[in-house]
């Protein structure tokens, strides 16, 4: 026997389904092809395997990822996602579209009143039928929603395993601490991400239980600054955004879960974007041995006990970039500056107000320099000059 929240469930499928007929949406697709023709939606992505940077694109539909809060950064995100292939999506957040937020990316002005995952379910479902997802309409910090959470997460894998990443897009300390204690209990990985109240900075951090620094061993440099969210929500008052900002912590945010996803490039552990200088600093963030959540001591202790050569492999991960047709003979070089910060170093511990002052010489040393290599002659280069 269906339950009833199945049974609407179905309901909700269906009258998915025949919105999607009735603006003559595409027919699912069974195999991703590399056939590139007009009507191919995959062809693109596909040819990042011609062009050398992920050796099995496909392997995108054996991903799920748990996106927790669908506003100026999570629908974005859920976005991007849904038309890069993500095999599941699963969608969390209470809120309602309002007019208020169109300053932002995403959602339309006739959503307005509804529900912030049903809204966005329509949309993904109608620019990629292939995509599964999944929505939780709920405050995942109340006790109750958080057992839900915690379910969703654990067994909404592809296939009944927990997901494979959890993305947290929310605005507001008490659901990061949910997340990173739920997180830290059941040993996932997941991305944290911000922007600032005064919309001109935002970051990304990647969590791994017992190997980076936890939400709770050391709050990211932008929303340490000691501010009562709270205060931000007062009537009258309320934090500046920009679509611009937004949209640029969500690409870095997905651009990272690709890369950790298909296993390419290398995966930011912190990134950071000041948008009044332009400025990207990283850097990596171990954990505080005495961090006050019990889950993320465990699992340190879990960590320094594994053998050297699987921590090793763990950051192998990485594979070196070949690319198959490079004609140009460009490459570029980069000379990695990561400057390692312990939280609990009393340059991280004092008010982390600093956030983003760049130091001079690490500025000149992140830079990429495009070079060109040697054995190419100058008649070559005036040649491939000539042709771009
Ligand atoms: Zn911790």
Redesign the pocket.
């Known amino acids: 026997m269906a339950s009833a929240d199945e049974i609407q469930k179905q309901i909700e499928e269906l009258q998915n389904k025949l919105d999607s007929l009735k603006k003559n949406a595409r027919q699912k697709i069974d195999k991703m092809s590399s056939e590139v023709k007009d009507s191919n939606p995959y062809s693109r992505l596909m040819a990042l395997q011609r062009m050398g940077i992920v050796k099995e694109y496909e392997r995108i539909r054996t991903k799920s990822v748990a996106v927790v809060g669908v506003g100026g950064v999570g629908s974005v995100t859920a976005d991007m996602l849904t038309r890069c292939g993500i095999g599941k999506l699963i969608l969390f957040d209470y809120d309602k579209v309002e007019l208020a937020n169109m300053n932002r990316l995403f959602f339309t002005p006739d959503q307005a009143g509804l529900s912030k995952v049903d809204a966005a379910a329509k949309t993904l479902n109608f620019i990629n039928p292939d995509v599964t997802i999944l929505t939780n309409n709920y405050n995942i910090t109340t006790v109750d929603s958080f057992t839900k959470f915690l379910d969703a997460i654990k067994t909404g894998g592809i296939d009944g395993q927990p997901v494979d990443l959890v993305l947290s897009c929310v605005d507001n300390f008490e659901a990061r601490m949910a997340i990173?204690a739920g997180c830290?209990e059941l040993n996932l990985n997941w991305f944290e991400s911000g922007v600032s109240e005064n919309a001109v900075s935002g970051h990304i951090q990647f969590i791994k239980?017992g190997e980076l620094?936890?939400?709770?061993?050391?709050p990211p440099l932008v929303v340490a600054e000691n501010i009562d969210e709270k205060t931000l929500k007062r009537e009258g008052v309320c934090a500046a955004s920009l679509p611009t900002t937004m949209g640029i912590v969500a690409g870095m945010l997905v651009q990272n879960t690709l890369k950790y996803l298909l296993n390419f490039g290398n995966v930011s552990n912190y990134l950071g974007y000041n948008a009044l200088i332009d400025f990207f600093p990283r850097m990596d963030l171990r954990?505080?041995p005495q961090?006050?959540?019990s889950w993320?001591?465990q699992r340190?202790v879990e960590y320094q006990a594994k053998p050297k050569e699987e921590k090793e492999t763990e950051v192998e991960e990485v594979q070196e970039v070949v690319h198959e047709n490079n004609d140009w003979g460009i490459e570029l070089i980069s000379e990695d500056n990561n400057e390692e910060i312990k939280p609990n170093a009393p340059m991280a511990s004092s008010g982390l107000k600093h956030a983003f002052e760049a130091p001079v010489a690490s500025q000149q040393s992140n830079t990429i320099a495009p070079t060109v290599s040697d054995d190419v002659s100058l008649e070559e280069l005036m040649e491939q000059m000539k042709s771009m």
């Open positions: 990173n830290n239980p620094a936890c939400f709770g061993c050391a954990p505080n961090c006050d959540d993320c001591r340190q």
